[in-house]
């Protein structure tokens, strides 16, 4: 049984998410910020209303699935089949068996979770700066040039999601420029609380890669998100020994598996 939810419902899906609000922090965030119901958002229950077995939010093109267990395969695979979202994201261990029922459709993405409590090293002679909106369309085409923004955004939606944020005060967008005021690196918190700040959208220009401009805009992220007293948390790919190795290394804690499907069209 699903259950389409008005905002009276939000503080029961908060109660049933309790800790493990950074396993599902986009659906937590988002659901905090947004409500429950718009022209961007909804939020279904699954299950009885006084036993919940999981909760679906959509958000603009994308599904975010979180349950304590498993969630229920058939009212995900319906509501996929309903809305066929761009991305549908969760715990690995409820998006895995999705995979074999979309394989057709969806292409499909294993991430960890991770945070750090302790200050990062990372310096460069470029400064970094806190973005404003007129800075949109230029970072907007430089993350359109990585396919993990590419197969999920337009250039169009993308932009609307990042002004979005900063009308919001839902995240802040970070750049680093060469003197003559070229784009070479950019970084972001795509969803914070007063709690929590998701840490993404790391793109440093191809030409200026390998001076260590990723790591500084990205060590300023991380330590300003830590001296205001928030839990920084970030995606990263499973995929990628090297770096996973090196995120050991540096200390990040790996708190879980996150997943995602991607539509192929």
């Keep these: 049984m699903m259950i389409q939810c008005d905002n009276s419902y939000i503080p029961q899906v908060i109660d049933y998410i309790g800790e493990d609000k950074y396993k599902c922090f986009y659906l937590y965030m988002d659901m905090k910020e947004?409500?429950?119901?718009g022209p961007d958002v909804d939020l279904w229950m699954c299950g009885e209303e006084n036993q919940i077995e999981g909760v679906m939010y959509r958000y603009f093109d994308t599904l975010h699935l979180y349950s304590r267990e498993v969630f229920p395969q058939r009212e995900a695979l319906t509501m996929i089949e309903k809305m066929h979202?761009?991305?549908?994201?969760?715990e690995q261990r409820s998006i895995d068996p999705l995979r074999g029922k979309t394989a057709d459709t969806y292409?499909?993405?294993?991430?960890?979770?991770?945070?750090?409590d302790k200050l990062m090293d990372g310096k460069s002679d470029l400064s970094v700066q806190q973005a404003g909106k007129a800075d949109v369309p230029e970072i907007a085409r430089l993350m359109m040039k990585e396919p993990i923004y590419n197969s999920v955004y337009t250039y169009e939606s993308l932009c609307e999601q990042l002004?979005?944020?900063i009308d919001s005060g839902f995240g802040r967008l970070f750049v680093m420029r060469e003197p003559g005021g070229r784009l070479v690196a950019t970084n972001a918190t795509s969803a914070e609380t007063e709690e929590l700040a998701v840490i993404s959208g790391l793109v440093t220009d191809t030409e200026m890669r390998g001076h260590g401009l990723g790591r500084a805009i990205t060590a300023s992220t991380w330590n300003l998100v830590l001296t205001e007293g928030k839990r920084g948390l970030a995606y990263l790919g499973a995929d990628n020994e090297n770096t996973l190795s090196l995120h050991h290394k540096m200390g990040y804690d790996f708190l879980g598996l996150y997943a995602r499907l991607l539509r192929e069209d």
Excluded at 107 to 116: D, K, M, R, V
């Design 107 to 116: 292409a499909y993405e294993l991430s960890h979770i991770i945070t750090t």
């Design 163 to 165: 002004e979005n944020r």
């Design 85 to 90: 979202p761009k991305c549908v994201t969760g």
């Design 34 to 37: 947004y409500g429950a119901q």
